[in-house]
């Protein structure tokens, strides 16, 4: 007998029927004997719908308020699961957020979680109950309610996991599990059957959509078995968690790949120390999240420099990035959308090298050019042109027998 | 300045055209210098959709999850009316049922206000803010979410009024106040400016549908002043509050009808002490509520027994009065659903005799015979046929000058 949390995304509770198919998932998984807890996310596009709403009905949008709002998303299916349990003879009590005792810091749309008080659902446990928790929300410390952001319900059901000490933390979504590259892009590519916490992460951060990041440096944390599979099939999926020797032995893992960013360069930089420092600190004051970059070496006292930023922000970027360009006497500055990213991951690079060199003769092979680099200890990625990423991942993937 | 509580129903708020009309008055009551309370109900069908989707996932339909599932309605139209008041300059805050300091007893789905710790609006108000709280929700003694039943916004408006020792409480509703008479039947039916607490009762309990009659009760007791009015005119509507002289003046003040009823006769009905109690307590018991009850004189030891149920409990009534009659060896039962009531209320019934035999002389005179009588201090009402119903208030409505 284990301690299940089961966390079901918003495709998985799409519509009546979906649902129903959940909560006979969940009282088949009680029915063994398993203690359960689920997490939901809000159905299909509820938030979507919510957040146009608030448009039409305001332009200020207060953070606080949008969190009220959006919070009524998961209200909705987690209560109807449990109706549809309470039909299957399983006794299923909903909490949101606030009720499982989730507490996060103040920061509207995008709050952290400081601490879980689960008494409410041991004591749910305790009574053979379900408890069905809302993903994606909690209450602040100041007791106003508060979201997550993106991929919060999988953060939620993680941190879950952590606090009651769960054996496993199954995540259901609509894929089944995580693959060796995008099958859409790859026929090729399957299913990995495990893989590290480091890997999940470089992939999350590269383009794998499969899980939030946040949820997987949480998971990594608090040494939490994620397990990601189908709520479609039912099959299992991809095991998360800690490196063990057989995982060790893959030196590439994955491919991911990216096409959400765009590449800006600001030519004709002065070499100076602290440029580049103020230039990004710009650019993370207006919220952007900096990815890759890359510094040519100086001619002259002069240098370009190269960053990535997601596509959304390119406006704000080139705002930000030509006011400093002025303030500090660069040349120009200009934005490249058609750009891609392919990454390889594995935990095995860390003892294997000449895997970059690969990497590089495999693209040129391809006559693919190669215009960004960046490393980390088991993840190489490189941006080319957005029209050569399919045949860069298609390469990749024969060259390194995955 | 005055603290003024205002509600605001499903139709008021029904879509973001109608949000932002709300808003724009709220804004301009805050900004001539008053404190304002808003309370919200659901947008539109907003309750009768969850309702709907909660009967397609389940059949048990337990009364906690489908509570949690209703209060979502109104965090949905709380927040984007604080949202719009936003946009106006005006500080909203958004408070749930639970936030607001609402505590109820257990009873889901029909919950009861037990107490009101309004701290948290008291210094959002403080603050310059305008609280705009979650109608018709709380949370109960063991901390889950419960809501009040039909009519529960209004109930949680005037106990909200009552707690924070409001001026007014402002019920915004599609009509512009509590008529004469139903306009739709009777086209001479005009707006009453002033009525008390008691004739508004009987209005409510007998057919009127502009207050719920548990929020008039709360009213009455707590002394306080409502004023109900059109959040589509805007205009001044009618006010209900302690009964004066100027009020006493009038013997008649409206009529009420209703068809919502049937009629249920047992005859044969052995005419021994205890069994008419038999008869009320078995139909009590399923939940049924009987609204009047007439006994015919008893000829040879036997009586009928008439009274009227709702139409929805029909079907239920039937079948406990059947089982009743067969243990006490009653003749028959019969259920007769072309049935309507007239009601005349006015608080200068009490010292005015004679309204009675006019009532009766009135229909009468329109040949509309008369099944079924009730009476109470200040209301007369009376049983006729279905399709009589308009002409008995319209020939009524002319004899009593109204």
Redesign the interface.
């Known amino acids: 007998m284990a301690l299940i949390v089961q966390k079901f995304g918003g495709t998985s509770v799409g519509d ?1 029927d979906r ?2 198919a959940v909560a006979d998932h969940v009282a088949r998984t009680k029915k063994h004997g398993n203690d359960v807890v689920v997490v939901v996310s809000a159905m299909g596009k509820t938030t979507d719908e ?1 957040i146009h ?2 448009n ?7 953070g ?3 969190d ?2 959006l ?3 998961e ?2 299916s ?7 349990l ?2 299957l003879g399983i006794s ?3 909490f ?1 957020g606030s ?1 499982a005792g989730i507490i996060t810091d103040t920061d509207h749309t995008r709050a952290k979680i400081l601490e879980i008080h689960p008494d ?1 659902l041991l004591q749910a446990i305790r009574e053979g109950s379900v408890p069905v928790v809302a993903g994606f929300q909690g209450m602040s410390t100041t ?1 106003d ?1 508060t979201t997550l952001g993106r991929g919060g319900s999988d953060t939620t059901a993680v941190a879950l996991a952590a606090a009651l000490k769960a054996d496993i933390c199954e995540i259901y979504t609509d894929v089944s599990g995580v693959f060796t590259a995008d099958p859409r892009v790859v026929s090729a590519a399957h299913r990995i059957n495990e893989i590290s916490y480091d890997e999940m992460l470089e992939l999350a951060a590269s383009g794998g959509r499969v899980l939030a990041l946040r949820s997987v440096e949480f998971a990594k944390n608090h040494h939490v078995s994620l397990h990601v599979r189908s709520s479609f099939t039912w099959e299992p999926g991809t095991w998360v968690r800690e490196e063990n020797e057989e995982m060790e032995q893959a030196v590439v893992s994955a491919i991911s790949h990216d096409v959400s960013e765009v590449k800006v360069t600001i030519t004709g930089v002065p070499d100076r120390p602290g440029i580049a420092a103020r230039i990004f600190r710009e650019i993370a004051d207006v919220g952007v999240n900096v990815d890759m970059i890359v510094q040519n070496t100086s001619t002259e006292g002069l240098t370009d420099i190269s960053f990535t930023v997601p596509k959304v922000d390119m406006a704000s970027t080139i705002r930000v990035s030509n006011e400093v360009a002025r303030e500090i006497g660069a040349r120009d500055v200009y934005a490249d959308p058609d750009i891609a990213r392919v990454s390889l991951v594995g935990a095995g690079m860390k003892t294997n090298p000449g895997v970059t060199a690969k990497m590089f003769e495999t693209l040129a092979n391809e006559g693919i050019n190669i215009e960004m680099i960046s490393t980390s200890a088991i993840r190489i990625s490189c941006v080319v042109r957005e029209d050569a990423i399919e045949r860069a991942v298609q390469t990749l993937h024969e060259a390194f027998e995955l």
Chains 1, 2 share one sequence.
């Open positions: 009546v649902i129903k919510l709403l608030a039409e009905v305001s332009h200020s949008l207060p606080r308020e949008l009220m709002l919070t009524s998303g209200r909705i987690m209560s109807l699961l449990s109706m549809a309470a039909d299923a009590v909903s949101t009720q409410r007791k309610i």
